[in-house]
């Protein structure tokens, strides 16, 4: 009993410890934007390697995410003879949901991993300790612009996924299925309001983004330095953001479509 | 490390393309176009039974969309929903004998104003009240009385 208390008390103090040190990261990590903004070369180098590089899978899963609902909604819909309203299926699930918590996981999957194993590895090899020893703030070298272009990506990344998704949709419903074209995009102008879909998908998907990169930095910065280590630090950042993104995605969707 | 010129162009083109996503969003997708605040003046019918009218719901004459709905409220002296509809500015003939329902588009789908131009020879005016309105068919009502009616007959 009493070993179940203190596993459990132990548990919380390292739980806050970790979210402490994680908290006292991140703001170091945001006191440096000013001194990147002055070297952009940094940014765009991140940019490269966090947006571009993710670009493509990105592009592919939009797609068919997109095709895949036009498929699975044509059916449903067409028992109610209402096929037209597809386009506002597709589009509002894409913009509001599917768009930013799909391109957020896959972000998480192939740019949040990357990101730990990359700095976990510099922390393994003490390439962090050498920038240190050189008189270089490796926060403001390293960490601030990787998150910055973690932030700025994000929400480019899940506006593409879902605007490929809706081309998607509409390649297998009006190509495929033959639901009417004009039907397609009117209803769903109709029906998608800017304010209400666009801009809150777009803010889901800047949340998102901080959440993601903020957790893959931290963790690759507070790894073990082993090989060990780096591969568990990997994994939590996956496993982390996921939940985290999920979790967010919820409350978040609570807070913005409740009024409807 | 690539070639730092190939780099930026490539940073420059998703950046470009997720620039185009997000305007294709906004101006194909999602009724930006129609966002943009078009001139209106307003004009107020009182109904017994406004139904599911929203905010934002369409009104319109002959089948065209010529406003939308603006406030609903419920004015406690004469017990009666209180619409208010901006009607956009170029359509500013409306002969103030103009009779306003609400009708349902379809079955089960939204609910709207409809206006049926008279023929006065005097326009709306910012703020005009419409005098002959007709309420919300409410679904469950009709079904009972027509329940009721056929009851009835065959007694």
């Given at each position: 009993m009493i070993e179940l208390l203190q596993y459990l008390g132990k548990t919380t103090r390292v739980g806050f410890t970790k979210l402490g040190r994680g908290t006292y990261f991140l703001l170091q990590?945001?006191?440096?934007?000013?001194?990147?903004?002055?070297?952009?070369?940094?940014?765009?180098?991140?940019?490269?390697?966090?947006?571009?590089?993710?670009?493509l899978i990105i592009i592919?899963?939009?797609?068919?995410?997109?095709?895949v609902l036009g498929l699975q909604g044509y059916y449903i819909l067409s028992d109610f003879g209402a096929e037209e309203t597809l386009g506002v299926m597709v589009a509002a699930s894409l913009v509001r949901e599917l768009g930013p918590v799909v391109s957020a996981l896959l972000f998480a999957g192939r740019a949040g991993s990357a990101l730990t194993a990359e700095i976990g590895l510099m922390k393994a090899t003490e390439q962090l300790s050498g920038m240190e020893m050189m008189a270089v703030d490796p926060i403001k070298r390293i960490i601030t612009p990787r998150f910055l272009a973690g932030l700025l990506s994000m929400p480019l990344l899940a506006a593409l996924f879902s605007t490929v998704g809706i081309l998607g949709?509409?390649?297998?419903?009006?190509?495929?299925?033959?639901?009417?074209?004009?039907?397609?995009?009117?209803?769903?102008?109709?029906?998608?309001?800017?304010?209400?879909?666009i801009i809150n998908g777009v803010i889901k998907s800047i949340v998102f983004g901080f959440?993601?990169?903020?957790?893959?930095?931290?963790?690759?910065?507070?790894?073990?330095?082993?090989?060990?280590?780096?591969?568990?630090a990997t994994t939590r950042t996956v496993v982390n953001s996921a939940f985290s993104i999920l979790g967010l995605d919820f409350i978040l969707t609570a807070l913005m479509f409740g009024d409807n | 490390?690539?070639?730092?010129?190939?780099?930026?162009?490539?940073?420059?083109?998703?950046?470009?393309?997720?620039?185009?996503?997000?305007?294709?969003?906004?101006?194909?997708?999602?009724?930006?176009?129609?966002?943009?605040?078009?001139?209106?003046?307003?004009?107020?019918?009182?109904?017994?039974?406004?139904?599911?009218?929203?905010?934002?719901?369409?009104?319109?004459?002959?089948?065209?969309?010529?406003?939308?709905?603006?406030?609903?409220?419920?004015?406690?002296?004469?017990?009666?929903?209180?619409?208010?509809?901006?009607?956009?500015?170029?359509?500013?003939?409306?002969?103030?004998?103009?009779?306003?329902s609400i009708f349902t588009a379809g079955l089960l789908g939204e609910q709207y104003v409809n206006l049926d131009p008279g023929g006065s020879d005097e326009?709306?005016?910012?703020?005009?009240?419409?005098?002959?309105?007709?309420?919300?068919?409410?679904?469950?009502k009709a079904i009972g009385q027509f329940l009721f009616k056929s009851a009835e007959e065959k007694k």
């Open positions: 990590t945001i006191s440096g934007i000013a001194s990147v903004l002055l070297r952009p070369r940094l940014l765009i180098n991140q940019m490269y390697s966090i947006g571009v590089l993710s670009f592919i899963s939009g797609l068919f995410v997109g095709m949709g509409d390649m297998v419903g009006i190509g495929l299925l033959g639901v009417d074209e004009g039907a397609y995009w009117s209803q769903m102008q109709a029906k998608l309001d800017f304010q209400d879909d959440v993601t990169t903020w957790i893959a930095l931290f963790e690759g910065y507070d790894a073990i330095p082993t090989s060990e280590g780096v591969s568990r | 490390m690539q070639h730092t010129s190939t780099q930026d162009t490539l940073v420059g083109l998703f950046v470009a393309s997720g620039i185009v996503g997000l305007f294709f969003l906004a101006l194909q997708v999602s009724n930006l176009s129609s966002f943009v605040e078009q001139d209106s003046y307003t004009i107020i019918a009182s109904f017994e039974n406004s139904g599911g009218l929203k905010v934002k719901s369409p009104v319109s004459a002959a089948g065209v969309k010529i406003g939308q709905v603006s406030a609903i409220n419920f004015d406690p002296k004469t017990y009666q929903s209180v619409v208010k509809m901006s009607i956009y500015s170029q359509y500013n003939t409306l002969p103030d004998d103009t009779t306003a326009y709306f005016k910012n703020n005009g009240k419409i005098e002959i309105t007709q309420s919300a068919i409410i679904l469950e």
